[in-house]
C-alpha cells in the first residue's frame, strides 16, 4: 500500500435561494431561470461545483450544490450568470446557508413546513421533480442524492403520518374552499381574479388544483400578463374586467389599492343585466369592495375578516401537527448525517479491500508455487475459498466498525486520518 499523506476535503452542500419570504412574485420571476439544462451547466462550470440541483416554482427559485470547495461569491456569479443578472442584484436579494442548515432546510422544504401555505402538497411534487430531472442529467451525485432522496421521504411521511396538510390555513386558499362550497363545482364556472400578489398567487393555486378556469387582472395588463405566465390564467384588461362583472359567477380580489375596485354602482348596474348569483371575495387589507354590495339582491360577499376567523382556526388545530412533524425531521436530521459521514469512509473501506486482495492474490500464489506438484485443482480451489475467508473473517469487523464510528463521530474528520495512516491509504492512488 501507498503510505498516505493527507485526506482532501469532504463534499460540502450549499444553498442559495429566493423566496417569497424576502422577494414579491414580480421579483421572483427575474431570478427565474429560463433554461433550466442551461442554468444547471452555467452554474455548475462557474462555480466549480460536482453536483447541483435547482427547484424553481412560482414562490421560490433555489440552488441546491456540492461541492469540496464551496464559494459563495462564484455560486452567485453563476446564478447571475444563467438568469442574465448583476451580480449586485443578485448578491442583495439571494439568501444562502451551508453544511447541516441546508438539509434541515430541504427536510422542511419537502414536508411543507416552509410553504406560504404549512402543509402544502404541492410542494414535495415539485423537490421530486426537480430531483429526477438533475438526476437524469446526471446534475445530482451521490452526496446530494442522499439528502434529497431522504428529503421526498421524510415529505411522504410527514403528510401520511401527521395532519400538517389538512385543513387550509391560507386566506386564499380558504376563499376557495368556500366559493366549492358555495357552487359545489368550480371547473364549470366563470371566475375573475383581480390581484398579482402572493394573496392572488394562493388563489390562482387553489383555483389550478380545481382546473378551474379563471381571468387575471391587474392595475396594468403587462402586470396581469406577466402573473399569468407564472400562475395560470387569462389575463384581460381591468377596464374590459369591470365590463365582466354581468357575466362571471366568482370574483376574487387580493390587492393592496388604497380605494374601491368594486363600487356599489358598478355591481347595481351589473346585478340589473343578470339573473344569476355572485359571489365576491375580498382578501385585501384594506377592502376594495364597498361593503353596501352585500345588500344587492344576488349578491354574497366574504370580507378578509370572516375568512381570516376560519383560516385561524384552522392554524390552531394544526399547530400540533406541526410539533409532530419538526419531530420527525429532527429524527431525520441524524439519519442523514450518520449516512452522510458513512458515505465518506466507502472510498477508503473499498480500497483497503482491494489493497488486502492484491495481498491475498500474491501470497496465494506464492503457497501454491511452493507446493506446485503435491496440490491438484481441487485443493487449489479449496486454498482459494480458505483465502477469501481468511480476509473477510479479518477485515470485515474493523471496516464496519470504521463505518459505524464514522456515523457518529462529531469529529469524522479525525476518524478518517487515522485510519488511512493506519492502513497506508492514500485517497489519489
Not at 461541492?67 to 444563467?82: I, K, M, T, V, Y
Not at 368594486?262 to 375580498?282: E, G, N, P
Amino acid at each position: 500500500m501507498t503510505t498516505s499523506s493527507t485526506l482532501s476535503q469532504s463534499l460540502q452542500v450549499i444553498n442559495a435561494r429566493i423566496t417569497y419570504r424576502n422577494a414579491p412574485i414580480h421579483l421572483l420571476e427575474r431570478f427565474a431561470f429560463a433554461d433550466l439544462n442551461a442554468a444547471h451547466q452555467k452554474v455548475i462550470e462557474i462555480a466549480e461545483l460536482e453536483e447541483c440541483i435547482i427547484i424553481q416554482t412560482c414562490n421560490r427559485v433555489e440552488v441546491f450544490a456540492a461541492s469540496r470547495n464551496p464559494d459563495q461569491q462564484r455560486l452567485l456569479e453563476g446564478w447571475a450568470s444563467a438568469a442574465g443578472l448583476s451580480y449586485n442584484e443578485v448578491a442583495e436579494n439571494i439568501e444562502i446557508c451551508n453544511g447541516n442548515e441546508v438539509i434541515l432546510h430541504l427536510l422542511k422544504l419537502s414536508s411543507g413546513l416552509d410553504s406560504l401555505v404549512i402543509g402544502e402538497d404541492q410542494v414535495l411534487g415539485q423537490v421530486k421533480r426537480a430531483f429526477e430531472f438533475s438526476r437524469k442529467n446526471r446534475y445530482a451525485g451521490p452526496h446530494l442524492s442522499v439528502i434529497f432522496d431522504r428529503a421526498v421521504k421524510v415529505g411522504s411521511k410527514v403528510r401520511t403520518t401527521t395532519g400538517v396538510n389538512k385543513g387550509s390555513v391560507s386566506i386564499g386558499s380558504m376563499a376557495v374552499k368556500l366559493a366549492e362550497e358555495y357552487f359545489d363545482k368550480l371547473n364549470n364556472r366563470s371566475v375573475l381574479l383581480i390581484g398579482s400578489g402572493e394573496g392572488a398567487s394562493l388563489v390562482a393555486k387553489s383555483l389550478k388544483q380545481r382546473e378551474a378556469h379563471f381571468m387575471i387582472t391587474s392595475r396594468t395588463f403587462e402586470r396581469a400578463k406577466s402573473f399569468a405566465d407564472t400562475v395560470g390564467g387569462n389575463p384581460v384588461p381591468f377596464e374590459s374586467a369591470v365590463q365582466m362583472f354581468q357575466e362571471v359567477d366568482l370574483i376574487f380580489l387580493s390587492t393592496t389599492a388604497p380605494y374601491y375596485l368594486i363600487t356599489y354602482d358598478r355591481i347595481q348596474k351589473a346585478m340589473a343585466k343578470r339573473d344569476k348569483w355572485l359571489v365576491v371575495f375580498d382578501l385585501s387589507n384594506p377592502r376594495t369592495v364597498d361593503e353596501r354590495v352585500a345588500t344587492i339582491k344576488k349578491v354574497k360577499l366574504f370580507n378578509i375578516d370572516k375568512i381570516t376567523e376560519i383560516v385561524e382556526r384552522n392554524i390552531r388545530t394544526r399547530k400540533n401537527e406541526i410539533a409532530s412533524a419538526q419531530r420527525i425531521i429532527d429524527e431525520e436530521m441524524k439519519l442523514v448525517d450518520m449516512v452522510l459521514k458513512r458515505k465518506e469512509v466507502e472510498p477508503m473501506v473499498v480500497s483497503i479491500f482491494k489493497d488486502v486482495d492484491r495481498i491475498r492474490e500474491r501470497e496465494l500464489k506464492k503457497a501454491i508455487s511452493i507446493l506446485g506438484a503435491r496440490i491438484g485443482p481441487e485443493e487449489r480451489r479449496i486454498m482459494e475459498q480458505f483465502s477469501y475467508a481468511m480476509i473477510e473473517a479479518i477485515m470485515s469487523t474493523p471496516m464496519n466498525s470504521l463505518r459505524k464510528e464514522l456515523g457518529t463521530a462529531s469529529k469524522n474528520e479525525d476518524v478518517m486520518r487515522i485510519a488511512a495512516r493506519l492502513f497506508n491509504y492514500h485517497e489519489d492512488r
